[in-house]
């Protein structure tokens, strides 16, 4: 069955550091790929999403590109805030439904 | 326009009885589903909603129930509650719910369900 697999936190940063977040995935077909983050005591967010391959979803310095080849979709920002710090997972929905399937969401601390 | 709302946000209970949560979509979203979130199993599907059909259910046992009503709002049941169904449940909304997965979920604030 389809499947999402993201890199195991929590990732600690300081201010301005580049950020990489690993997402692989399985799935049959062509999915669409997510991006949610979550603060602490909050629903998910939607940061940015790509619907086929070679899309790039970007959104708040956020950007994802959507890789058929390597079946990635690995999450990367510049420049990191303090602001930034939540968990970030990233998910996948695909055939003829919107059931998002998500990996286990990965934990950013950037400190200042 | 307003985001998805979730009543209540919090909710305490024992072992055996039964809880109703409540969610009502972004204005126009015809789709709602939700999820149950655990430290332990991550963010899990429970089931999609679209004009007042299920159209998708995860694989939760039969305590867990909901549906849909005509103005798109939606409700779940949890009967016969357990020490394990503590979480944070997560409705979320969607235009159409229908096809391709490429619809945008937008989600709420969550209610969190404490068994004791």
């Known amino acids: 069955g389809n499947s999402v697999t993201q890199m195991e936190g929590p990732v600690t940063l300081s201010e301005e550091a580049f950020l990489t977040i690993n997402c692989t995935y399985t799935a049959t077909g062509y999915p669409s790929l997510f991006w949610y983050v979550q603060y602490p005591g909050e629903g998910l967010q939607l940061l940015l999403k790509?619907?086929?391959?070679?899309d790039k979803g970007s959104n708040k310095g956020f950007e994802a590109t959507y890789r058929k080849e390597t079946t990635s979709f690995h999450l990367e920002k510049g420049s990191v805030q303090v602001s930034d710090s939540a968990v970030y997972f990233c998910a996948l929905a695909g055939g003829a439904t919107n059931k998002l399937i998500f990996g286990t969401g990965t934990l950013l601390a950037v400190q200042p | 326009k307003a985001g998805v709302t979730q009543t209540p946000r919090y909710l305490i209970k024992t072992r055996g009885q039964q809880v109703t949560l409540s969610c009502s979509p972004i204005?126009?979203?015809?789709?709602v589903s939700w999820y149950q979130q655990t430290p332990g199993q991550g963010l899990q599907f429970l089931f999609e909603y679209f004009s007042e059909t299920q159209r998708n259910k995860g694989n939760f046992p039969g305590r867990f129930s909901g549906r849909q009503f005509s103005n798109s709002r939606s409700e779940m049941n949890v009967s016969t509650l357990e020490l394990g169904d503590s979480a944070l449940y997560l409705c979320?909304?969607?235009?159409?719910?229908?096809?391709?997965?490429?619809?945008?979920?937008?989600f709420g604030p969550g209610t969190r369900l404490t068994v004791l």
């Open positions: 790509a619907t086929k391959a070679d």
């Open positions: 979320a909304s969607s235009l159409a719910g229908g096809g391709k997965g490429t619809d945008t979920q937008y």
């Open positions: 204005s126009g979203h015809r789709s």
